[in-house]
């Protein structure tokens, strides 16, 4: 009598891969919220995957508490583990890619305001020279770790000193205002800029808040107050007379433009030769 062939037994069933990329997002966080922005997912769909993963593996792995949240023992253990498995199986994937002849596209991550008032009106001149590159942009105010994360290449802003000992200059900055044309005929009252001078007592008639510079330039180009000028950001805009630097004055806050290769992206020739754009690029914004 033949046997039938019996089904697989599992003794151990993994969990999905996207709940251990919800987990790990969220253990290295620290946070539900800030995964969900990462993932592009809402804090309840993070928090949903979280509690499913706990109910796979049988145990906790955070400890929630008011406005705070930590991982228990079991889930430290279990991060370093997922960590690791994803790192492995994000480096997997682009060796598979590779091998199989698709073009990997040049991921670059970077400042909002970087991205939109300087990188980005000036991308067409690179892919122009090289169309058979895709480049993809990663813009966003948190800090990406470029192995972790897969990406190839960072454009950082900061002092030398934070930038690492690989980093390569690209460009520095000074700070200063700078208004629309029709705002310069009004009395100009700027508390920022007044108290970098020193000049004491005096009040801004009002203010507008933004979240992000690349917000408070355009605003600044509409009229709509003074703004905080930092080269190369606003050089373009000066340079059209869309903007205007009623002082003579400016500062420098020790800080400038790096650009930082990942590991993983050295000796690729695409990315040589746009750190080598970024490079002529900047020079003519200094």
Not at 59 to 79: I, K
Not at 164 to 189: D, Q, T, W, Y
Not at 197 to 220: C, K
Not at 222 to 232: D, K, M, N, Q, S
């Amino acid at each position: 009598m033949r046997k039938r062939n019996a089904e697989p037994v599992h003794s151990a069933r993994l969990p999905a891969l996207d709940l251990l990329v919800g987990f790990e997002s969220a253990a290295r966080h620290l946070s539900f919220t800030k995964a969900g922005e990462e993932l592009f997912l809402t804090q309840s769909a993070v928090s949903r995957q979280i509690k499913e993963l706990e109910d796979q593996l049988g145990v906790p792995l955070f400890e929630r508490r008011h406005r705070a949240l930590s991982l228990t023992e079991a889930g430290q253990q279990f991060y370093a583990s997922a960590a690791q498995v994803l790192t492995t199986m994000r480096a997997a994937t682009e060796r598979l890619r590779a091998h199989s002849g698709r073009r990997r596209p040049l991921s670059v991550t970077t400042t909002n305001s970087f991205a939109a008032l300087w990188l980005v009106p000036r991308l067409a001149g690179f892919t122009r020279t090289h169309p058979g590159v895709d480049v993809r942009i990663m813009a966003e105010t948190r800090v990406q770790d470029l192995e972790r994360d897969g990406l190839d290449l960072a454009i950082r802003h900061g002092p030398a000193a934070l930038a690492g000992p690989n980093a390569v200059r690209l460009m520095g900055e000074r700070v200063f205002p700078v208004c629309s044309p029709k705002l310069l005929k009004k009395i100009l009252h700027w508390k920022t800029w007044l108290e970098v001078e020193r000049i004491a007592h005096l009040r801004p008639a009002g203010t507008l808040s933004f979240s992000g510079y690349e917000q408070i330039i355009p605003a600044a180009v509409a009229g709509h107050g003074v703004a905080l000028g930092r080269t190369p950001l606003v050089k373009d805009l000066v340079s059209a007379g869309e903007l205007l630097v009623p002082f003579k004055s400016s500062a420098d806050p020790a800080r400038a433009y790096f650009a930082i290769v990942s590991k993983s992206a050295e000796g690729r020739p695409e990315v040589a030769d746009f750190v080598a754009w970024l490079r002529e690029e900047a020079k003519e914004s200094r």
